[in-house]
């Protein structure tokens, strides 16, 4: 069996985020393009070496971006909104930048997440006028420079034609087929152009096939395979799935391609079970991901061998074997190298991005000969650390939680408790951390800023805030979050059974990196984590000061879980010691609280038929955390960045008192949700995108509400923006809400004038 190791795959942002530094300033206007398209190369060719100095038998390249690899492919095949085209003098670069960013004249394009992650892609909007062409061969550039500089002959990686015409919109549904057939046109060219230039193989990623859960479905990605196939006849595609299992492995087989890619670690049983069944065909390459690529475990190398050996007897007519990462590492944390600070037995069983690759090395070499020290001192290490932590203590029973009074109940009793207006104002939670705040929490971190000192200016910065939001004249108040780094890293440094990194930065959209933290042993509540600075708030206000918590499914989704564990069993135990920090507010008469679930939709499986049991467990895990309340008390929750309309059901029965949900990128299609689903509680649609730097007018946000008027109660409408705010400048912020608070106030008159 000819072993060969391979990733889909390399982080962007560089060891030291150098990637993201350099696109910031490049924002603000301290760099030139040229200068900062020269770093962007230097941080490009830095990795590329890295991986080559792993002994990487198949490099990939061309999965590097600026942004992110959906937005490159999209104007690769120049699908350029109008809006931006028209409104835009500027280079090629700026345009690019305007789609991810918004400008004065456009909004941004959509963004939402790459299928379970939380990496968030630009969706391609394929309009009407579209002239199809290939504007620029990326990964030809790439591949080249690869080549020209290094001497490495890369693995080029493309989106697929049937992932990114599933990820697009702007064309009716109907369509589908025919736009298929004009997108495979125009990978013809780009891939008959790397062929020609020399490329032995091209990666082609199809995770959408993982959600082709019809014969039919997948019939149609096999029709599309078979035209791409006598389009580029001398192309060598490797066609790749990750992120769960494929439906019908045996049909995969039959793609006239050279190779295929499989996750054996997410959907692992699945694609196992069909797997064992065939026969690879002769002189194929299958690729499998037997390390996992948005974990940060340790791979149990000795476990891996054994899968592989007994695979390989349908594998005696492969041309290669490729063992690869599950997934591409860009969702993996860069180095283990600088985590000075976590405990030994911890740190020895983990393993980012880097140390990922020296895995793979390992398996190739140890395959099939007697294992050598660093094997068994790999193994060794797992050992320790299982030995270490893995044993649970505390075994939290999972049961049905609720709270004692129904909704149609609560809502009198609060009506009268917060004797709100019409269309009450609000924010999601977070206001502007600026790089003064951020500055000063990395100060008191290394002990060169003392306790008080830190403290001193949160509260400095609460007290502003409470000032400036009552200036404006929201109704409801939050304290702002500043003492927050993020909102799911911070309860990870406050709760047991959380380890935080120091440098284990992953992409989440554009620039935005977070930092998950590693969950490793039970879960449990230590001191109150929030109340505090919530407390101080509302002591500067006669108006209700929101509490502000991440929900038990959102710290587990964006934290790197065990995986050995269940994961209803972890949020469980999460939801368990936030009902003690809900106790511990109310107890501190804070009685409005906000508990976060943006990532509750995000979680949902991949695959349809596990659906059910995932939004049980994660809808009953936010009602545990919320369960012991007082009638009176207002539970609000918050979701963004999703499509919601498949689950408004689920949605409903967190029994949140209140809902904040993200409208506004999506241009108002969850409106259409709530003609049919009749939602019964406290709802807030974003009334404006705060993920661009573009202020909106009261107008906009007005006909947003008047639109939603139309279909939701006026007498359970809220009016906030689309998410939290910690990414705009004050002036932005200030700027926005104003025009919000307007919007609300012509909205709550003309409400008025028609009950006349
Ligand atoms: N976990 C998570 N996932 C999420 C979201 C979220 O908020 N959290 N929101 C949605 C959108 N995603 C987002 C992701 C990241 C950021 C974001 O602002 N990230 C910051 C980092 C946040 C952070 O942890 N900051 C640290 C700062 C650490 C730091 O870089 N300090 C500097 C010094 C300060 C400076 O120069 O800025 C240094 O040490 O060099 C802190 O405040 O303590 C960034 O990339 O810039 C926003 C939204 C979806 N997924
Ligand atoms: C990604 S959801 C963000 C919610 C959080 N409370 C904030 O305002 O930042
Ligand atoms: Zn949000």
């Known amino acids: 069996m000819k072993i060969k190791t391979s990733i889909q795959g390399y982080p962007r942002i560089g060891e030291q985020r150098e990637w993201k530094r350099n696109l910031e ?3 603000k206007g301290e760099k030139t393009e040229a200068e900062f398209e020269q770093e962007m190369k230097d941080i490009r060719l830095e990795r590329l070496k890295q991986l080559q100095k792993a002994g990487l038998d198949y490099i990939p390249v061309g999965d590097f971006s600026y942004y992110d690899h959906m937005l490159d492919t999209a104007v ?3 699908i350029i909104p109008a809006r931006f085209a028209d409104s835009q003098p500027g280079s090629a670069l700026d345009t690019y930048f305007s789609m991810a960013r918004g400008t004065k004249g456009a909004g941004a394009c959509e963004m939402t997440k790459w299928f379970n992650t939380n990496y968030h892609y630009i969706v391609p909007e394929i309009e009407e006028g579209w002239v199809p062409k290939v504007a620029h061969n990326k990964p030809l550039a790439d591949y080249l420079e690869a080549k020209e500089s290094l001497g490495i002959e890369g693995k080029p990686v493309l989106v697929g034609p049937y992932t990114f015409l599933k990820l697009s919109k702007g064309f009716p549904e109907a369509e589908f087929s025919r736009y298929l057939d004009i997108l495979l046109s125009l990978y013809a060219k780009v891939i008959s152009e790397l062929t020609e230039a020399g490329a032995s193989v091209i990666q082609i990623d199809e995770p959408a096939l993982v959600q082709a859960e019809t014969e039919a479905e997948f019939h149609l990605a096999k029709q599309a395979y078979e035209n791409l196939a006598n389009l580029v006849p001398d192309a060598s595609l490797l066609l790749q799935t ?6 019908h492995v045996k ?7 050279k190779g295929i890619g499989l996750d054996l670690v997410h959907g692992k049983e699945r694609n196992l079970q069909q797997l064992r069944q065939e026969q690879i065909p002769a002189g194929k390459v299958i690729a499998l991901g037997v390390v996992d690529g948005r974990n940060v475990w340790k791979t149990d190398l000795e476990a891996q061998k054994h899968l592989l050996q007994q695979l390989e007897p349908g594998f005696a007519e492969a041309e290669e074997v490729w063992i690869q990462s599950s997934c591409s590492l860009l969702h993996s944390p860069v180095s283990l190298k600088q985590e000075v600070n976590l405990p030994a037995e911890l740190k020895s069983g983990l393993a980012f991005a880097e140390e990922k690759l020296e895995e793979l090395q390992l398996l190739k070499n140890n395959y099939a000969n007697t294992v050598d020290s660093s094997w068994e001192d790999h193994q060794s290490s797992l050992k320790k650390f299982r030995e270490t932590y893995q044993k649970l203590e505390k075994n939290e029973e999972v049961r049905m939680a609720m709270r004692p009074v129904p909704f149609s109940e609560r809502q009198s009793v ?5 004797r709100l207006p019409l269309l009450p104002t609000t924010t999601i939670g977070s206001f502007p951390q600026t790089q003064e705040m951020r500055q000063a929490r990395t100060a008191f971190r290394k002990g060169s800023l003392s306790t008080l000192h830190y403290e001193r200016m949160v509260k400095d910065k609460i007290a502003d805030w409470v000032r400036i939001q009552e200036e404006i004249g929201l109704d409801v108040l939050v304290h702002g979050e500043f003492e927050r780094n993020d909102m799911v890293e911070f309860f990870g440094e406050k709760l047991d059974g959380f380890a935080v990194t120091r440098n284990g930065w992953v992409q989440s959209y554009g620039s935005r990196c977070v930092k998950p933290p590693i969950i490793y042993t039970d879960v449990t509540f230590a ?7 919530t407390a101080y708030a509302q002591t500067l206000t006669k108006k209700p000061v929101k509490g502000m918590l991440t ?3 959102t710290i587990l989704n964006w934290s790197f879980e065990r995986t050995d564990v269940p994961k209803q069993t972890t949020a469980f135990q999460i939801a368990q010691a936030l009902q003690e920090e809900v106790k511990a507010l109310e107890e501190a008469g804070i009685e409005m609280i906000q508990i976060d679930e943006p990532a509750l939709r995000e979680g949902l499986p991949l695959k349809q038929e596990d659906h059910c049991y995932y939004l049980d467990w994660a809808v009953n895990s ?10 009176t008390t207002q539970i609000h929750t918050h979701m963004c960045y999703s499509e919601f309309h498949d689950i408004i059901d689920s949605i409903s029965a967190m029994d949140a008192d209140v809902i904040s949900i993200e409208t506004s990128r999506s241009h108002g299609e969850l409106i259409e949700v709530f003609e049919n689903n009749v939602y019964d509680k406290g709802i807030g649609l974003g009334v404006y995108d705060i993920h661009s730097p573009r202020i909106p007018e009261a107008e906009e946000m007005q006909e947003i509400i008047t639109k939603s008027l139309g279909v939701l109660p006026a007498k359970l409408f809220w009016v906030n923006p689309d998410c939290g705010l910690k990414t705009r400048t004050e002036e932005e912020t200030v700027a926005a809400l104003k025009n919000m608070q307007a919007a609300a106030e012509q909205a709550r008159n003309a409400l008025k004038e028609k009950q006349l």
């Not at 001191?527 to 600075?533: L, N, Q």
């Open 25 to 27: 300033s490049f924002w």
């Open 76 to 78: 690769m095949f120049d």
């Open 242 to 247: 990750y992120f769960e299992s494929v439906d």
């Open 251 to 257: 049909t995969l087989l039959q793609f006239p391609v």
């Open 414 to 418: 609060q009506e009268k408790k917060w």
């Open 527 to 533: 001191e109150p984590m929030t109340v505090k600075e």
């Open 551 to 553: 929900g038990p499914v």
């Open 622 to 631: 936010f009602r545990a955390s919320a369960e012991k309340v007082k009638d």
